[in-house]
T-cell receptor, first 113, second 117 residues
Framework: NAGVTQTPKFQVLKTGQSMTLQCAQDMNHNSMYWYRQDPGMGLRLIYYSASEGTTDKGEVPNGYNVSRLNKREFSLRLESAAPSQTSVYFC????????????FGSGTQLSVL | AQSVTQLDSQVPVFEEAPVELRCNYS??????LFWYVQYPNQGLQLLLK??????LVKGINGFEAEFNKSQTSFHLRKPSVHISDTAEYFC???????????????FGKGTSLLVTP
């Protein structure tokens, strides 16, 4: 019963490098989300996928792209990393509906030098 | 979109003392409210949620919260805290009118609860 799995757990990049953060859930959830967490800022929504086949921008989408590969997987890509993207990234999923709880992964700590 | 304000960034408290973590949200006729907890180096876990009905909601680990529509507040309380309650606590709101957002949660900035002996 893995829940939401994120890889990698830690990553260090140089400015301008690209990378993809992977997220997979095994709960047959319809909706998936990417948040970033910065000290004193709480969690801010980057992108979300309300259902398989759809993706939309959240509050802070600049510099990121996403792919909902299938119902299980939702990846986040940094095409050209910047120091401002140093953060902890969380993937989350929920079955559907506003009242359902979010299940979170354990996070990816990303440093961009 | 709904916004959430957590009035205290840090709350220090002694073990076995009561605690209240405050949360206010911007006014709307239709919201769901949540409290999540984040222990060090972990993801977030749901403590409790308010969808409708009784305004006093009980959650895990002895926490409870009260929804106050007139004051647009959803404060979290525990009558007696333990060392193990030391964590970051996040209030969140889901705007029922904004289905285009996938009902994504808007989170407050968090309150760091530090329980000391």
């Amino acid at each position: 019963n893995a829940g939401v799995t994120q890889t990698p757990k830690f990553q260090v990049l140089k400015t301008g490098q690209s990378m993809t953060l992977q997220c997979a859930q095994d709960m047959n959830h319809n909706s998936m989300y990417w948040y970033r967490q910065d000290p004193g800022m709480g969690l801010r929504l980057i992108y979300y996928s309300a259902s398989e086949g759809t993706t939309d921008k959240g509050e802070v989408p600049n510099g990121y792209n996403v792919s909902r590969l299938n119902k299980r997987e939702f990846s986040l890509r940094l095409e050209s990393a910047a120091p401002s993207q140093t953060s902890v990234y969380f993937c989350a999923s929920r079955l559907t509906g506003a009242g359902e709880k979010l299940f979170f992964g354990s996070g990816t700590q990303l440093s961009v030098l | 979109a709904q916004s959430v304000t957590q009035l205290d960034s840090q709350v220090p408290v002694f073990e076995e003392a009561p605690v209240e973590l405050r949360c206010n949200y911007s006014s709307s006729v239709s919201v769901y409210l949540f409290w999540y907890v984040q222990y060090p180096n972990q993801g977030l876990q749901l403590l409790l949620k308010y969808l409708s009905g009784s305004t006093l909601v009980k959650g895990i680990n002895g926490f409870e919260a009260e929804f106050n529509k007139s004051q647009t507040s959803f404060h979290l309380r525990k009558p007696s805290v333990h060392i193990s309650d030391t964590a970051e606590y996040f209030c969140a709101v889901s705007d029922l009118k904004n289905s285009n957002s996938g009902y994504a949660l808007n989170f407050g900035k968090g309150t760091s609860l530090l329980v000391t002996p």
